[in-house]
């Protein structure tokens, strides 16, 4: 039995689905059991519970073989922060995995690191560290910017004015990945016992600007017009001030400022020469199936 923690979101629905095509069973936590409707079938469990409430842990991973973490707490609401997810979430989570004789996948980011511009990488950073003293059996996969989240953000945004939203300059390189990549890693992270004690980095084939993913965005939309940007003055007003009231979207503000200048480059020559048989799904194959369903 495996135990997905974020088995209803973009990345941990696909994982879930991977797992019981493979013949195993799988246990979802979800916060709301109704989150986790879709992914109903006769090998799927579904586990009410918080990474935040160490109980529901407990429960949840009773009798489980493998505990995967594919959670993050940068949108919220409230008290959902990286501090209480990303880190002491994952905490809880790597020592509910030690109650149960349980191995550990951690989703973690590209970049993580103790001194990151960016909270949420910062926190993800000490939870590998958590996970790697705790003596749990652990693979940490770190992956870059998920293709498909950036491509729903500019689409939405882009309404009924047709411009995208670009927050900040959008002139740096981020590296994206598609996250039916990473989730063929995760899938290979929790079925491959000898990955543990690694951790294994993923990213796509392209480094693109926000500005280019939002001009490859139109042109796949048969659009031509330009993004609309949001400036950079204005996001650190959001992070500063707006954060004070609403804290979920001054952390947000804040990523974006990281994000419009951080090295978010990444290359992805070493994932694919040490698993030749990883996809690695391109920007223009992404939008092209978009196009086709
Ligand atoms: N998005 C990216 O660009 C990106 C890049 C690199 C790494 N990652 C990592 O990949 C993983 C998946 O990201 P995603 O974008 O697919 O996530 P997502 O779609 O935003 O889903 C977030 C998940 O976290 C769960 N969650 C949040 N707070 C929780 C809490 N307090 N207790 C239990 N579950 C909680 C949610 O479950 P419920 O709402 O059902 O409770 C949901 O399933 C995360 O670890 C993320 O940090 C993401």
């Not at 390189?173 to 996250?179: K, L, M």
Request: aromatic letters at 4%; proline letters at 5%.
């Amino acid at each position: 039995m495996i135990l997905v923690a974020g088995g209803t979101g973009r990345l941990g629905a696909l994982v879930v689905r991977r797992l019981v095509e493979r013949g195993l069973d799988v246990r979802v936590l979800t916060r709301d059991p109704a989150r986790a409707a879709g992914l109903a079938g006769p090998s799927v469990e579904v586990a009410q519970g918080d990474v935040r409430d160490r109980a529901s842990l407990e429960r949840a991973a009773a009798g489980v073989d493998v505990v995967v973490s594919a959670v993050h707490g940068l949108v919220g609401p409230r008290a959902n922060s990286p501090a209480t997810v990303d880190r002491d979430g994952n905490a809880n989570l790597v020592d509910a995995s030690k109650a149960a004789a349980a191995d550990f996948v951690l989703v973690s980011t590209v970049g993580a690191a103790p001194d990151s511009a960016m909270e949420l990488f910062r926190m993800k950073y000490a939870a590998e560290q958590y996970a790697a003293a705790s003596g749990v059996p652990t693979t940490v996969v770190r992956a870059s910017a998920f293709m498909e989240l950036w491509i729903e953000l500019l689409r939405q945004t882009a309404g009924r004015s047709g411009r995208p939203l670009v927050f900040g300059r959008g002139e740096n390189p981020v590296n994206f990945v598609s996250v039916g990549d990473v989730a063929e890693l995760v899938e290979r992270a929790v079925t491959d016992r000898t990955t543990r004690g690694q951790t294994l980095e993923i990213g796509g084939p392209e480094d693109l600007t926000l500005r280019q993913l939002a001009e490859a965005v139109q042109a796949a939309a048969g659009r031509t017009a330009g993004a609309r940007h949001v400036p950079r003055p204005m996001l650190r007003v959001m992070a500063q001030t707006v954060g004070r009231v609403k804290p979920q979207l001054g952390r947000q503000a804040a990523a974006a400022l990281a994000m419009d200048r951080m090295d978010l480059t990444f290359d992805a020559g070493p994932i694919h020469r040490a698993y030749p048989e990883l996809s690695m799904t391109s920007l223009a194959k992404v939008l092209a199936n978009d196009e086709r369903s």
